[in-house]
């Protein structure tokens, strides 16, 4: 059990010390929630801080449900056995792509994304439930040629680390339950994240004296599918 995101980043901040080679030089947080957890640890490494915008896609009739993600650079996760009708699917897929393109410009403003090429990335969210927001972001890097990607979240269920595990280099997860239910199950307290948090972290890394390695757009390229 987790006080709250910050203890959760402190915890696996410690994790991923001791456990990743080579050290990540870029962390990258799943907005929201994976940001607070994100800036503990990158403060911890003394690295740069960045999000990486990823979209669940919730099912028409449970939107807590993923059936699949999306990710900048045109990556789609759609899960195969998601039993959506065609129609449904591009509604969902038109309001993600839009919000998607909104967090980018609330978090980012005028600031390109950092660039990942030939970078160790760290990938990081306050936890897992399908795993296919984290698939997302991972097929993202991949396809902007990071060199080394790495996961590192604070809970998940055993069956999705077992899964992604395989996916990078190194994973890092300090609860692996066999029941899981939510994420939330596992903090005291998991209150949401807003946007201005958000921008808060990214500007507060920024000015924390860290050398920038320069930035990036977005992969361009058209939709990836993955199952």
């Known amino acids: 059990m987790f006080r709250d995101r ?6 696996l901040a410690a994790a991923v010390k001791s456990q990743v080679r080579p050290l990540p030089d870029l962390v990258l947080g799943i907005p929201r929630g994976g940001v607070p957890v994100a800036a503990e640890i990158a403060a911890a ?15 028409p009739d449970n ?31 038109q309001r993600e792509r839009e919000e998607l393109r909104r967090r980018e410009a609330r978090f980012r403003g005028q600031r390109p994304a950092q660039s990942v090429a030939g970078r160790s990335v760290l990938l990081v969210d306050d ?8 698939q997302a972001a ?5 396809m902007q040629h990071a060199r080394q990607v790495s996961v590192a ?14 996916e990078v280099a190194e ?22 994240t807003s946007d201005t948090e958000v921008v808060r972290l990214l500007e507060q890394s ?4 860290i050398p920038d390695r320069g930035t990036d757009s977005e992969a361009v390229g058209t939709d990836s599918v993955f199952s």
């Open 171 to 192: 994973f890092v997860c300090l609860l692996e339950p066999e029941i899981f239910a939510a994420v939330g199950d596992f903090y005291r307290d998991f209150a949401a």
């Open 45 to 59: 490494l003394g690295v740069p801080l960045d999000v990486l915008v990823v979209r669940k896609l919730g099912h």
């Open 138 to 142: 991972i097929a993202a890097l991949r």
């Open 6 to 11: 910050v203890d959760a980043g402190q915890q």
């Open 206 to 209: 920024r000015t924390a004296c």
């Open 127 to 134: 936890g897992l439930a399908t795993g296919a927001t984290m």
């Open 153 to 166: 979240v604070p809970v998940a269920p055993e069956d999705v680390c077992r899964r992604l595990r395989v």
């Open 63 to 93: 939107p807590e449900y993923a059936i699949g993600a999306i990710a900048g650079g045109g990556i789609l996760i759609l899960h195969r056995q998601a039993g959506v009708a065609e129609r449904d699917l591009a509604g969902i897929l």
